[in-house]
T-cell receptor, first 113, second 110 residues
Framework: KAGVTQTPRYLIKTRGQQVTLSCSPI?????VSWYQQTPGQGLQFLFE???????NKGNFPGRFSGRQFSNSRSEMNVSTLELGDSALYLC????????????FGPGTRLTVL | EDQVTQSPEALRLQEGESSSLNCSYT??????LFWYRQDPGKGPEFLFT???AGEEKEKERLKATLTKKESFLHITAPKPEDSATYLC???????????FGTGTRLTVIP
């Protein structure tokens, strides 16, 4: 069974630009969560989608948004990039009938110059 | 406020030298305590979930235990390939929202 995939793996943007990251969950998983990982703050929850609906949101500004498609693939968007948005962005999927274990993708490394 | 605190921040072990990593949590209504391993530049890899005090789970050289206030990840006779950052997490409010500790960076020296 293929794991969680994320594209692109690396991105370099400049301040003020916007960026879209993509995540394909494990087949059959309908929940996708997004996290930001930085050396200073560690792993922080951004938001979670299930069946195309955002069910949960972390404490991030409105510049961070996401969506989920009918095939469970998810995208997150960051508008008006700031230097502090440089991070590893991770998505994770959760399957039915599990104990809530989240399976992570390899991440997208975003660098904002 | 719910908190997950890991110690030590970093740990260097000689190959074969057993030790334990600590995860302290102050979470009301614990709905599971998760352990992950993360290698540099990669996403976290799921290891264990523990749900109740006294529960233990093992995988190769790793054993996770849970009490009412903390969890331990015991590493027996570690090998260099066990070098990684080990993260613990508890479910936050809402669905599929994990609240992570800052991790323990383990280095095993041959």
């Amino acid at each position: 069974k293929a794991g969680v995939t994320q594209t692109p793996r690396y991105l370099i943007k400049t301040r003020g630009q916007q960026v879209t990251l993509s995540c394909s969950p494990i087949s059959g998983h309908r929940s996708v969560s997004w996290y930001q990982q930085t050396p200073g703050q560690g792993l922080q929850f951004l938001f979670e989608y299930f069946s195309e609906t955002q069910r949960n949101k972390g404490n991030f500004p409105g510049r961070f948004s996401g969506r989920q498609f009918s095939n469970s693939r998810s995208e997150m968007n960051v508008s008006t990039l700031e230097l502090g948005d440089s991070a590893l962005y991770l998505c994770a999927s959760v399957g039915p009938g599990t104990g809530g274990e989240q399976f992570f993708g390899p991440g997208t490394r975003l660098t904002v110059l | 406020e719910d908190q997950v605190t890991q110690s030590p921040e970093a740990l260097r072990l000689q190959e074969g030298e057993s030790s334990s990593l600590n995860c302290s949590y102050t979470v009301s209504g614990l709905r599971g305590l998760f352990w992950y391993r993360q290698d540099p530049g990669k996403g976290p890899e799921f290891l264990f979930t523990l749900y109740s005090a006294g529960e233990e789970k093992e995988k190769e050289r790793l054993k996770a235990t849970l009490t009412k206030k903390e969890s331990f990840l015991h590493i027996t006779a570690p090998k260099p390939e066990d070098s990684a950052t080990y993260l613990c997490a508890s479910p936050g409010p809402g669905a599929n929202n994990l609240f992570f500790g800052t991790g323990t960076r383990l280095t095993v020296i041959p």
